[in-house]
């Protein structure tokens, strides 16, 4: 096994953490408490009670890990369930494309809670997806959304087969035949984005790496090129149509990418294709104290892959008003915020918030930047005021949350006290969080006890 397929099987078997670097451990853990939050978060979201009427119960065992519904299931439902509730409110981190830990995560504590595993597995199994991924993309120059693929559906499924194969101390020959069915089980198209059917590619994504690796434990077989052939994985799905299929050049356990690339916090339930601009426009509503009345139109210049993923330009619900960039604008100058109070069906229906749609344009850059997201190298927004007169905000490079400019300790758990207060008492929302941000020093991931 010496192509790409084989040697990434090697690397699943074969991960240590103890020679990660202290940055990607950084990277795992605040992914792992951050997808927690936004999970606790979108449990009573109706497209949990449609996707949890497909699933089932396992009632009366403590073998079962229970979803955020409070129902016990197997660990391949719990991971479909708790992946919708992770990324149904579109508040979950970016990276690489896609968003690994709300794939990752799910699956990892699922699974982890069935075999008893420890934090410090919870940290490996997340690494080695990861990694996977991470490595894998780096293989292609073309963007996968520009395709019509959603990364966190298609990578996803096999960062999420290689986790659990990391749980199942999966030999490389197995980890490969994981690797190999998860390949199969790759699906997920952006023409979906904007509805329920988006936070399903994560909840299916999880279930089906568990699935895959279960089956490659059972004795299940899949071909060990199924990456690299002519007619695999990485052709199947490029862009480009001209992957890099040298395994020379598949550079897996040589850089580490989660130190590298790390994981993007959400400050807005909306793609994170609009993070940018909204810091950009709140920005200017606080320096010149905006009020709507005096506007003519709001500016924003971004990227070309960015404004097809925000496909949305008059969205009439809230599910739809997280890929428009018209909305974000709207709300950040109607509201000072763009929140979870306002991506709801009532408040994007507001006439105020309609017409102000309308007085955004949107123009782009077809120029991107790093290979992590394929976004423009920066944003730009101006308000051009009834008056005549132009604010510009200065280009913004990252957005605040992001890798380099991350939150801090207590901005990242005051976040994750806001979403997991929805579901939690609040007593019982510090104890996780700082359980979650130790997650090394936990013995048994049962200790979380998320429910």
Same mark, same amino acid.
């Given at each position: 096994?010496?192509?790409?397929?084989?040697?990434?099987?090697?690397?699943?078997?074969?991960?240590?953490?103890?020679?990660?670097?202290?940055?990607?451990?950084?990277?795992?853990?605040?992914?792992?408490?951050?997808?927690? !939050?936004?999970?606790?978060?979108? @449990?009573?979201?109706?497209?949990? &009670? +449609?996707? #949890?009427?497909? %699933?089932?119960?396992? /009632? *009366?065992?403590?073998?079962?890990?229970?979803?955020?519904?409070?129902?016990?299931?197997?660990?391949?439902?719990?991971?479909?369930?708790?992946?919708?509730?992770?990324?149904?409110?579109?508040?979950?981190?970016?990276?690489?494309?896609?968003?690994?830990?709300?794939?990752?995560?799910?699956?990892?504590?699922?699974?982890?809670?069935?075999?008893?595993?420890? !934090?410090?597995?919870?940290?490996? @199994?997340?690494?080695?997806?990861? &990694? +996977?991924? #991470?490595?894998? %993309?780096?293989?292609? /120059? *073309?963007?996968l959304h520009d395709r019509g693929f959603h990364p966190t559906a298609v990578m996803g499924t096999l960062a999420t087969a290689a986790a659990a194969a990391r749980l199942h101390r999966l030999s490389p020959e197995q980890a490969a035949h994981a690797l190999a069915i998860a390949a199969s089980l790759a699906a997920g198209l952006v023409a979906n984005f904007g509805s329920m059917t988006k936070s399903?590619?994560?909840?299916?994504?999880?279930?089906?790496?568990?699935?895959?690796?279960?089956? #490659?434990?059972?004795?299940?077989?899949?071909?060990?090129?199924?990456?690299?052939?002519?007619?695999?994985?990485?052709?199947?799905?490029?862009?480009?149509?001209?992957?890099?299929?040298?395994?020379?050049?598949?550079?897996?356990?040589?850089?580490?990418?989660?130190?590298?690339?790390?994981?993007?916090?959400?400050?807005?339930?909306?793609?994170?294709?609009?993070?940018?601009?909204?810091?950009?426009?709140?920005?200017?509503?606080?320096?010149?104290?905006?009020?709507?009345?005096?506007?003519?139109?709001?500016?924003?210049?971004?990227?070309?892959?960015?404004?097809?993923?925000?496909?949305?330009?008059?969205?009439?619900?809230?599910?739809?008003?997280?890929?428009?960039?018209?909305?974000?604008?709207?709300?950040?100058?109607?509201?000072?915020?763009?929140?979870?109070?306002?991506?709801?069906?009532?408040?994007?229906?507001?006439?105020?918030?309609?017409?102000?749609?309308?007085?955004?344009?949107?123009?782009?850059?077809?120029?991107?930047?790093?290979?992590?997201?394929?976004?423009?190298?920066?944003?730009?927004?101006?308000?051009?005021?009834?008056?005549?007169?132009?604010?510009?905000?200065?280009?913004?490079?990252?957005?605040?949350?992001?890798?380099?400019?991350?939150?801090?300790?207590?901005?990242?758990?005051?976040?994750?006290?806001?979403?997991?207060?929805?579901?939690?008492?609040?007593?019982?929302?510090?104890?996780?969080?700082?359980?979650?941000?130790?997650?090394?020093?936990?013995?048994?991931?049962?200790?979380?006890?998320?429910?």
């Amino acid at each position: 096994m010496d192509g790409i397929t084989g040697k990434a099987a090697q690397f699943v078997a074969g991960f240590d953490a103890a020679s990660a670097p202290p940055e990607a451990l950084h990277a795992a853990r605040i992914g792992i408490v951050d997808c927690v !939050g936004v999970m606790l978060a979108g @449990a009573r979201e109706p497209a949990i &009670e +449609l996707v #949890a009427s497909i %699933a089932t119960p396992v /009632p *009366g065992s403590n073998e079962a890990p229970r979803a955020v519904n409070g129902i016990s299931y197997g660990a391949p439902d719990a991971a479909l369930v708790n992946g919708v509730a992770a990324h149904v409110l579109d508040f979950d981190d970016v990276a690489l494309a896609g968003h690994p830990s709300t794939v990752l995560v799910p699956a990892i504590l699922a699974e982890g809670h069935e075999l008893r595993a420890s !934090g410090r597995d919870a940290i490996e @199994a997340y690494l080695v997806g990861y &990694e +996977l991924w #991470a490595h894998l %993309a780096e293989l292609e /120059p *073309g963007h996968l959304h520009d395709r019509g693929f959603h990364p966190t559906a298609v990578m996803g499924t096999l960062a999420t087969a290689a986790a659990a194969a990391r749980l199942h101390r999966l030999s490389p020959e197995q980890a490969a035949h994981a690797l190999a069915i998860a390949a199969s089980l790759a699906a997920g198209l952006v023409a979906n984005f904007g509805s329920m059917t988006k936070s399903l590619h994560a909840g299916r994504t999880a279930q089906s790496g568990l699935q895959a690796a279960r089956l #490659a434990k059972a004795g299940y077989t899949g071909s060990l090129d199924v990456v690299e052939h002519r007619t695999g994985f990485l052709r199947a799905f490029s862009p480009s149509g001209s992957p890099e299929l040298d395994p020379q050049a598949f550079r897996i356990g040589e850089e580490w990418m989660s130190a590298r690339f790390g994981v993007n916090i959400k400050r807005y339930p909306t793609c994170y294709a609009t993070h940018r601009a909204i810091d950009a426009m709140l920005g200017l509503v606080e320096e010149h104290d905006l009020a709507a009345e005096d506007v003519a139109t709001i500016h924003v210049h971004t990227g070309v892959t960015q404004r097809l993923m925000l496909r949305n330009s008059r969205p009439q619900t809230g599910l739809a008003a997280k890929f428009s960039m018209e909305f974000a604008m709207a709300s950040a100058l109607l509201s000072r915020r763009v929140g979870p109070r306002e991506l709801t069906d009532e408040y994007v229906s507001r006439q105020d918030v309609q017409a102000m749609l309308g007085r955004v344009e949107v123009t782009v850059n077809e120029d991107k930047a790093g290979a992590d997201l394929p976004v423009a190298p920066f944003d730009l927004v101006w308000v051009t005021l009834k008056d005549g007169n132009v604010h510009r905000h200065a280009p913004v490079e990252h957005a605040r949350g992001s890798w380099q400019l991350q939150l801090s300790r207590e901005e990242l758990e005051a976040k994750f006290a806001d979403c997991a207060s929805m579901l939690l008492p609040r007593e019982q929302v510090k104890p996780l969080f700082e359980k979650l941000y130790r997650i090394e020093e936990v013995g048994d991931l049962r200790e979380l006890a998320l429910l």
